[in-house]
């Protein structure tokens, strides 16, 4: 709680309610202290389709559980029975808040295990960042002001929502899609950029400039902001480790992990960035990071158009797909996504199906465990905005 | 990186240590060693990201894989420590009390494959089903097509072609068939 | 004048004010959409939703205070126009105005709340209870800071009447309380953010947590009656604050003006503030409100 | 090896007809319970969580005032705000500035009681379904669904998971489909037009033909949804 002083108050709730022996909390429901509370799945309050079971007793959590599954389509035993191709576009549907992560881990994937890794061609290298960072504007331009939008805040949101619209008008020019591009393919990409392209998404990215400003006057300066947000969900920095936190969640608690940096795939070694960090580790510090976030992916945009090749090759010459088999193996490719480190392992035997892929999201520690222990002595009316400033995505969780 | 590989490989005798990258490297681990020995790259070589928790399903060995990636923040580098288990009574020593999200993991792989980690928390929980009544479903004999057929009233008149033969059929009727091989072999 | 020139004349008053108050939710929403770069709803909106929540056939009941929760929240607005002098020097739109009718009418703001606490509460949804409990504490800390603004007044004008505070402040603009007694304005439209029920202080239905809040199971017309009851409300509000305050209105134009101008004063402070949890906004109330409308108590009595 | 396959196959089916366990919880059974003023009652509390009851079927009213209300409805759409979906992520595109849905009347609600039209945002896992039948159940009448992406209609991309169904029109009435994978936000407006021209046609009774179908929608549900029990509440 943030107001102390002369009118704060703070309940003590050191020994409420009571542990037992083996650290749990004694929750007693017919003693009637405590309510049982379901968040969602039907609920404007959870990031997505999935609940969150709350014990509380007065306004404040003393138990949390997530309920998932309400969105599991069973992925990963669906592409064990499509061919390597036909996989693909099963695949890109796993997390749909930021698809083009997805098509870069399989691209990556079936390239690294069948030893085309190296044979994609300069330009398509080039095009594939541009789009993961494209695709990184987009999710933050929504989870920005989506975080001022859980404090009922909701003029940022439109905003934000209009802009991810002209960026996904952008996508729609390159690829042909809105959401689900499908444009990085194994062995390279799909297109190069149109004519004019590079011009209408400058005008876009000067709406953006535009709009990150509002939205720190917006948000940022906001009294009401920083009281629902300074001091609130607080992530120490003991617990990045024994969580598995990572992206910017970890980096606003002062750890900073990127894989662009500590792992640079693509052509991220050539760019000039600096992943900004926190130390507070609050909502108010997760969503300053993310904010610096936005500036840093429109600059790394402008610099991506300017340092591109101006043509070349965007395909290696790759086998028959139909009839593409690939030696037996195992990989784990990762990527930095808007919420963190985003992998996938994957599996092949031999045969023209994969055999396992397995997708390491964020979200699944993020939401669950690390989740569950921040919801413990919160607020009824912060458990949204901590979902949110956790960037919880249910579908990556349950695939 | 090669010098842990080197030192765990003394340490632990195992086999089949594969670089898959640079600072990626899979080493395969007797079952009663694998908590061991994440234990220890922890404690002593301060992996301390635990970056996933994976199963296979080796059905044609009579297998499962266990797979537990971990990650050194400050050398930058993966282990991924393999470990095999018996497909008939597939029992494994749980990890939970090493980081605080492998329980998420534990109770996933329960209910996908039926590999049981005694002693980890609300591991016979449902994880992403509900009311399920056929065997784990992410096994390799559960075949999904067949249940989803018998249960949820395909549409008429939806098919599905074989892309290879489809293809043939509509680009090149004329060609006579030649049983083109893979050219990756 | 005749009785029923005077009962039709009411009645014809409150069909104004109802309107009136549809209407300026629909303009509400359109100004929020159009700071957010949206066209909006069309005006005739909300005269469409009532007409379609009417049209609703199923129309299910959890017992007798659950029918009688919409009834008691338009009770409370209908009790509000009554006893308030819609427009000054009129006979006519007076209503039954009488001394010490803002006893009444502060009553009356909340009766429709109680009734609507009753009656959300035998719906039996945890959402509309934890609405009540936060809707009825964060009425309590609006009502001390009000009600001491309006003490300030009656002080300074000695009298419980609208009509003569309203006679009171006529003449000009600096005549009127707001510029004669700042300090108890101050408190009473600080106060005003709260009884609008618009952001900050709008936890009470916050649709991100609990949604909807206490209506959460009222549907048809239970949801027809509460929403005109809600329309009638924020206007005999803001017409409460205009005759307290700005000096009343003698036309209906000028009615229309006032209310519009006080409405939208919350309305924009809405738009650019996120809402307060219930304790903050408790605290808030506790804090500057508060203490204006004791200062106002203190710098009226010596 | 195919044999060994085939093999477990077949065990797997055997073990699955002999495992038909029952999910019911003790407290959720059918029983008899003394009332606190002494008499015996009989419960059965799944049977009226999920209204096991039939709903009666509604008769629109005569002619014009019909026709008045229809109007009405068609251009008062309250939607439920569920996202069942990935098609979700179209609806706030489609609240916000681009697109504008508030202009055509069509506005978001939280809760079932006060909505009249269901969003069904693409493919439905069963856990999914059950929540959806309730919410639908709870709406009143008359009430609206809009099946977006061909998930929907015939499984999609998903057709052969184990996971989501098939066809969602087996298990509660849809009004209009609007297809794509994912459909576009101007998709889903037309889709919107349409169940405004069906409304006011008089076309769009697809409540009472729930109502009517009711028995049927029942088994197809109960076919697949083998755990009833509702989450645990102490209130």
């Known amino acids: 709680m943030s107001n102390k002083g002369l009118f704060g108050f703070k309940p003590d709730r050191s020994n409420y309610p009571e542990i037992d022996k083996d650290g749990k909390a004694i929750l007693d429901l017919s003693s009637q ?18 609940a969150v079971e709350l014990t509380i007793s007065g306004d404040e959590v003393v138990e949390a559980r997530t309920h998932v599954g309400y969105l599991h389509r069973g992925f990963e035993k669906l592409i064990e029975r499509r061919l390597f191709v036909q996989g693909f576009p099963t695949s890109i549907r796993m997390c749909v808040a930021e698809p083009d992560t997805n098509e870069y881990l399989i691209a990556q994937c079936t390239e690294e295990l069948s030893g085309y890794a190296d044979k994609v061609p300069e330009m398509a290298v080039w095009l594939r960042t541009l789009v993961l960072e494209l695709a990184r504007l987009q999710g933050l331009l929504r989870g920005v002001p989506g975080q001022a939008g859980t404090f009922s805040l909701g003029i940022g949101v439109q905003w934000g929502v209009y802009l991810r619209d002209l960026i996904l008008d952008r996508f729609e020019e390159l690829t042909g899609a809105r959401v689900y591009h499908m444009y990085i393919i194994p062995g390279g990409v799909r297109g190069l950029l149109p004519a004019g392209f590079k011009k209408r998404l400058e005008e876009n990215l000067k709406e953006i400039d535009d ?3 509002r939205i720190h006057q917006l948000m940022f300066n906001n009294s009401v902001f920083k009281k629902r947000s300074v001091g609130v969900g607080v992530i120490p920095k003991e617990w990045i480790d024994q969580y598995g936190i990572v992206g910017t969640t970890a980096r606003a608690s002062g750890v900073k992990r990127d894989v662009r940096k500590d792992n640079p795939y693509l052509v991220y070694d050539q760019l000039d960035f600096d992943p900004p960090t926190a ?65 996938m392992y994957y599996v092949t035997d031999g045969s023209d199906k994969p055999r396992r892929i397995n997708l390491r999201g964020p979200s699944y520690t993020h939401g669950i465990a690390l989740l569950e222990r921040m919801l413990v002595n919160a607020n009824i009316a912060d458990v949204h905005a901590i979902m949110v400033s956790l960037q919880v995505c249910p579908p990556e969780i349950e695939r | ?71 050194n923040p400050a050398l930058k580098v993966d282990i991924g420590i393999k470990t095999y288990l018996n497909r008939t009574e597939p029992v494994m020593q749980s990890a939970h009390h090493l980081w605080k999200q492998i329980w998420t993991y534990q109770r996933e792989i329960k209910e996908a494959f039926g590999i049981d980690f005694p002693g980890s928390p609300n591991v016979d929980e449902n994880f992403v089903l509900e009311g399920w009544t056929e065997i784990p479903h992410m096994r390799r004999d559960f075949d999904t097509a067949a249940y989803s057929e018998k249960t949820y009233f395909p549409r008429e008149g939806r098919f599905t072609h074989d892309p290879a033969t489809y293809m043939r059929e509509k680009l090149y009727p004329n060609q006579p068939v030649t049983a083109k091989k893979n050219t990756n072999e | 004048m005749s009785i ?80 308030m002098p819609a427009l000054f020097g009129s006979d006519l739109w007076a209503n039954f105005s009488f001394q010490g009718d803002i006893v ?169 503030f996120p809402r307060f949890r219930i304790e903050q906004s408790v605290v808030w109330f506790f804090k500057i409100p508060l203490a204006l409308g004791i200062l106002a108590i203190l710098l009226i009595s010596f | ?176 489909y609007i297809a794509g994978c994912m459909p576009r936000p101007e998709a889903l407006l037309a889709g919107f037009m349409k169940l405004k021209e069906l409304i006011k046609e008089g076309k769009a009774e697809k409540a009472n033909e729930y109502a009517r179908n009711f028995d049927e929608y029942k088994a197809n549900q109960k076919k697949i949804i083998k755990d009833w029990n509702m989450p645990d509440y102490n209130w």
């Open chain 4, 1 to 176: 090896m195919n044999d060994k396959i085939n093999e477990m196959l077949q065990r797997s089916a055997q073990n699955a007809n002999q495992s038909e366990k029952s999910f019911i919880r003790p407290e959720d059974e059918e029983r008899e319970v003394i009332a606190p003023d002494g008499s015996t009652i009989k419960i059965n509390p799944i049977y009226d969580y999920f209204s096991g009851k039939k709903p009666q079927e509604e008769k629109p009213l005569n002619g014009v005032v019909e026709k008045f209300l229809n109007w009405a409805r068609a251009e008062s759409i309250w939607v439920l705000g569920f996202g069942t979906g990935c098609g979700s992520i179209e609806i706030p595109p489609l609240m916000t500035p681009r697109f504008d849905a508030y202009r055509f009347g069509v506005q978001m609600r939280a809760t079932p009681r006060q909505s009249n039209a269901f969003i069904i945002s693409g493919y439905l896992s069963v856990k999914t379904l059950k929540r959806v039948i309730r919410s639908y159940e709870q709406m009143p009448s008359p009430k609206y669904v809009l099946a977006l992406g061909s998930c929907t209609i015939n499984g999609g991309m998903y057709y052969d998971s184990y996971s989501t169904i098939n066809r969602l029109d087996k298990y509660i009435p849809v009004d209009v």
């Open chain 3, 4 to 83: 029923y020139l005077k009962l039709g004349a009411t009645l014809l008053g409150f069909l104004i004010v109802l309107n009136w108050g549809m209407l300026m939710s629909a303009i509400f929403r359109k100004i929020v959409a159009r700071l957010a770069g949206r066209h909006g709803i069309p005006f005739y909106q909300p005269w469409i939703d009532l007409l379609k929540n009417i049209g609703i056939r199923t129309t299910l009941t959890h017992g007798v205070m659950f029918y009688l929760g919409p009834i008691f929240r338009f009770t409370g607005a209908l009790g509000m126009f009554l006893f």
């Open chain 3, 104 to 272: 009444l009418i502060l009553y009356f703001q909340l009766f429709g709340m109680l009734g609507m606490a009753l009656g959300a509460g035998e719906g039996g949804h945890p959402h509309s209870t934890i609405g009540i409990t936060r809707g009825l504490a964060q009425h309590a800390a609006i009502e001390l800071p009000l009600t001491l603004g309006i003490i300030a007044l009656a002080i300074q004008y000695q009298t419980l009447s609208l009509n003569e505070i309203i006679a009171a402040q006529q003449g000009g603009m600096a005549n009127w309380s707001i510029f004669t007694n700042p300090v108890a304005g101050a408190a009473i439209l600080l106060a005003a953010l709260g009884a609008m029920g618009h952001s900050p202080f709008n936890l009470v239905k916050a649709p991100n947590e609990i949604p909807i809040g206490p209506p959460t199971e009222y549907h048809s017309t239970y949801l027809g009656v509460l929403m005109s009851s809600g329309a009638v409300l924020h206007v005999m509000e803001a017409a409460l604050f205009m005759n307290l305050l700005f000096g009343g209105a003698t036309s209906w134009p000028e009615f229309i003006l006032k209310t519009f101008l006080i409405y939208f004063y919350s309305v924009f402070v809405g738009a650019v």
């Open chain 1, 211 to 213: 709009f990150i400003v």
């Open chain 1, 33 to 50: 202290k405590y309510t049982k509370l379901w968040l969602g799945p039907n609920h404007p309050g959870v990031t997505g389709n999935m």
């Open chain 2, 1 to 71: 990186m090669k010098a842990i590989v080197q030192e765990i490989t003394e340490k632990y005798n195992l086999q089949n240590a594969v670089f898959q990258r640079d600072n990626m490297a899979f080493v395969e681990v007797e079952k009663k060693f694998a908590i061991d020995l994440v234990t220890f790259l922890k404690d002593y070589h301060q992996f301390s990201h635990f970056v996933m928790m994976s199963c296979v399903d080796w059905i044609e060995d009579g297998q499962f894989q266990l797979l537990y990636l971990l990650h």
């Open chain 1, 279 to 343: 130390t507070d580790g609050d909502i108010y510090a997760r969503t300053f990071v993310r904010w610096q976030e936005l500036i840093q992916t429109v600059d790394l945009i402008r610099q991506i158009m300017a340092k591109m090749p101006a043509k070349g090759d965007i395909r290696a010459k790759m086998p028959n797909v139909l009839h593409w088999r690939i030696p037996k193996g195992e990989t784990y490719v990762r990527l930095e996504s808007g919420r963190g480190e985003y992998g």
